[in-house]
């Protein structure tokens, strides 16, 4: 078994095999790998009796499962209403002309990823990016621009 | 234990965190507060604190969210004379000054100093006499920045599970005429009677039913929820004990976007301290009431808001809604009788089985008991987190509570509900936030997101933007909806283009009034309230857009240019490092020049700008 096998099973055996543990499941198996990769996910279906098919229609409905690798630095840019009326839209800008990807991309040196969120509650601060976890509030195109700058 | 000698026990906890002439800090540490650098300040007074020799005298907490979000990050200090003062903006690089200053010599480091909890002083104001805390009841929020979430004993002392207490010697009927008695409604947005709701669920015979926490808080521009779960999770999950009690149910179920890892991680804490003091499990308070809480982990889905989605998903299945009857009542969860109810209606029910169903009623309207937490955001001076009675006016929570539109910027429209809500023009200000009130205008009070909007919005791409959300969450399930919002969409986007026709307003409106009457749930019946509402109220914006291709606000990127003006530019040259394609160029103190063919009308040159030289049309 390759490692990541091994760690799917891992986690396979912290769950018995009802179906409302579909989704924990799935978003174990993402923390783990932070991605959903095929084998992984037949080996969900598999422990919990159910088909590829339903485990992977499940997988798509979902925006939080990901079935690409994602990069070094995760970028995510809030799409919430706040952000909008403060100009995410060109934060979002700046970062594809920054780093070269649209959303749901991942670099081609595997440096960057980027995704839209709808909107992370922290509307006060808006606009936000978060960048591996770490929130930034009130971003300009040029604090975003430094800040990609400094992950690079 | 009894309940009595447990609530001694939390109380002399209390005792110790409340004793005036402890030396306390506290931190304001909810995801809001942490993403303005809350915990980078409160490793810097650990820090300090050590340095100082200090860090047995003084206690350290971190608290939730006291609403003020525009002033995070909020500290607030008690050195050894009791007086408790609140500071605003504090960063890393105050806090050596603000233990030396205040924490040991007791002086009160102005630069910083908002506001003093308790009585306030000639040079500082009382807390609860902050313009934006005035006209403010707190009641769902009534701990929120004042104990340590992590403390169930703080929760405790301050008159917490006395109301369960209560509850379990009352029996389930007369827990379920409390709450209709306080005239509680549905916070989550349509507004149904808590108790009424509660009661049919009850009238199910069943061996097995369930109670669900809804705080998946989708609406974007909404975080009300997140702040009470961050900020005194107690208060919920003994909401929801309470409505397992009154239905029957043995199994509660909270169901949290996973975009809140904090709230999860609190409600985590909070469930293990209650089966600890035995308010979860066998025989809670010696009652014979089995309950249990697990908390479920949305995985991003919009439509996992609406009830019968929420379940699927909690069944593991894709979130699709289901058609009603039967409703969750008969047959929800697991096929089995079910309740489900929002976050800040839980928060209420605790409070009022503590304090009375005639002490909630006294807030509020006839027709609207209580208040209502609002999400104030957008082009607002204070943004954050309120609570209001029901029934209080908009032009107070906008201009005393919010502080008014910031930049000194016109104010046009506030937009409620999300996007299932409507936009509400300036001049129905004074209007009553009710939800009769606010459904007469067609929005509606929906979770309690407020979004601000000025000038420079545009209230077709506010539509647009809207429809580019809903397009994106409709599950497909449902014709009206899956197709609706696609051509909402397009026809939005046509027009923001300037490629619109005077017949895509009639078409906008059809598609509108179709989905209202057709769609299978609340997502659909709603997603066209946005574009119906800003049709309404702002008619000849739309007008503009198609008729003389222009964007009033200037907004729409295709429909405008930037200028700069040559008699105020000051050839300081922010706008051109701003300019991310490298299109404006000129001399050191010269006014500048924008090549209007590299020019992609991104706005950053605008905003850039200190002397309103950059003009658009």
Known sequence: MSVEQHEVQDILTQYDQDRDNLIPLLQDVQERLHYLSPQALSAVAEHLQLSENDVFGVATFYAQFRFTPPGLHHIKVCEGTACHVRGSSRILDTITRTTGIEPGQTSEDGLFSLERVACFGSCALAPVVVVDDKVYGRMTSAKTQRLIEEKK | MSFAARQQEALAVWRVFDQPELRRILVGSATCGRAAGSLEVLQAFRDELAQADLEKSTALYEVGCLGMCYAEVLVEIRAQDGRRVLYQGVEPRHVAQLVEQHLVRGEIYWPLALAQMGEGTEELPAFHDLPMIKPQERIVLRNCGFIDPNNIDHYLARGGYSGTARALTMGPDAVIDEMKASGLRGRGGAGFPTGVKWGFARATPAAQKYVICNADEGDPGAFMDRSVLEG????????????????????????????????????????????????????????????????????????????????????GKRGMPQSKPPFPA??????????????????????????????????????????????????????????????????????????GVSGGKAFKAVQTGGPSGGCIPARLIDLNVDYESLAEVGSIMGSGGMIVIDEESCMVDMARYFLTFTENESCGKCVPCRMGTQHLLRILTTITAGRGTL??????????????????????????????????????????????????????????HFTIDPAKCTGCGLCARACPVEAISGEKKEPHLIDQGACICCGSCRQACKFDAVLVS
């Open chain 2, 232 to 315: 005194d999770p107690h208060a919920v999950l003994e909401g929801l004990l309470l409505a397992g009690y009154a239905i029957g149910a043995s199994i509660g179920y909270v169901y949290c976007r996973a975009e809140y890892p904090l709230a999860i991680e609190r409600l985590q804490t909070a469930i293990e301290q209650m089966h600890n003091l035995g308010f979860l499990g066998d025989n809670i308070l010696g009652s014979g009431f089995n309950f249990s809480i697990k908390v479920k982990k949305g995985a991003g889905a919009f439509v996992c808001g609406e009830e019968t989605s929420l379940m699927q998903s909690i069944e």
């Open chain 2, 330 to 403: 008969v047959s929800g969860l697991f096929g089995k009788p079910t309740n489900i109810n929002n976050v800040e209606t839980l928060a209420s029910v605790s409070a009022i089985m503590e304090k009375g169903a005639s002490w909630y009623a006294g807030f509020g309207t006839e027709k609207s008991r209580g208040t209502k937490t609002f999400a104030l955001a957008g082009k607002i001076n204070r943004t954050g987190l309120v609570e209001v009675p029901m029934g209080i006016n908009l032009r107070t929570i906008i201009e005393e509570v919010g502080g």
């Open chain 2, 503 to 560: 017949a895509d307003l009639d078409s906008l409106r059809k598609i509108g009034d179709t989905m209202k009457n057709a769609s299978l749930c609340g997502l659909g019946q709603t997603a066209a309230n946005p574009v119906l509402t800003t049709l309404q109220y702002f008619e000849d914006e739309y007008r503009a857009h198609i008729e003389d291709h222009a964007c009033p606000a200037g907004a729409c990127a295709a429909l405008i």
